[in-house]
Each structure stands twice: as structure tokens, then as C-alpha cells.
């Protein structure tokens, strides 16, 4: 049973800094391509950052460029989301998605994804 387990959410201030973090059993996870989306309330899931299998490819949104970055440990199974220069409109819940993709390409869409985790919440107060 494949599982990805997000942690590190929490509440912050703007300016801030957060680590997320999302484990991953039940794949084989170096040959999957690993993303982070975020949903705020009343708004639609949107793409944040992602990197292909080998991590040598990276692509973010624009709203967070320069301000967050996607890595993973493959050894460890494990793929963060290091935030920093957090703003109010960051506030959202973030998950964690694998996509079995051994191309450098990183896929954009939620459906373009097959697991995704539950979720974790981030909050930053201004």
C-alpha cells in the first residue's frame, strides 16, 4: 500500500520559515517524479514546486520562485519543501503527490500524479 505522509506544517509569521516534509512507502521511489501542491480556502489546488526522479530537474510556480525549494533523499524515501520569505497568501494546505515518471519532465497538473498524501497545514499570520 503506497503511503505519503506529510509533516512540518504549522503556524508562522510573514517573513517566516517552514520545512515540509513527506515520507513515502509502498513505492519504488526513485522512479517517481515528486511534487507539492496547496489548496487555501475558497480557491482551486494549485501546483507549488516539483523534481524529477533523479532531482536534477526542478519547476516551481511562479508565485513562489526564489522563495521555496523542492529536494529529495532518495535513500531516506523522503522529499521536502523548504519555505522561506512566507507571505498570508501561502496560507493553504499542502500535500504531497508521486508520479511514476522516469523523464526529467515535471508534471504540473494534480491528475498527472498518481498518490497523493493527506495533507498538512500551513498557516502564516500576519
Known amino acids: 500500500q503506497v503511503q505519503l505522509v506529510e509533516s512540518g506544517g504549522g503556524l508562522v509569521q510573514v517573513g517566516g520559515s517552514l520545512r515540509l516534509s513527506c515520507a513515502a512507502s509502498g513505492l519504488s521511489f ?35 520562485k526564489g522563495r521555496f525549494t523542492v529536494s529529495r533523499d532518495n535513500a531516506k524515501r523522503m522529499v521536502a519543501l523548504q519555505m522561506n520569505s512566507l507571505k498570508p497568501e501561502d496560507t493553504a494546505v499542502y500535500y ?22 493527506q495533507g498538512t497545514q500551513v498557516t502564516v499570520s500576519s
Open 30 to 64: 526513485t522512479t517517481y517524479a515528486m511534487a507539492w501542491f496547496r489548496q487555501a480556502p475558497g480557491k482551486e489546488r494549485e501546483f507549488v514546486g516539483g523534481l524529477s526522479w533523479n532531482g536534477r530537474n526542478t519547476y516551481y510556480a511562479d508565485s513562489v
Open 96 to 117: 504531497c503527490a508521486a508520479r511514476l515518471s522516469l523523464s526529467d519532465q515535471v508534471g504540473t497538473g494534480w491528475n498527472d500524479y498518481n498518490f497523493r498524501g
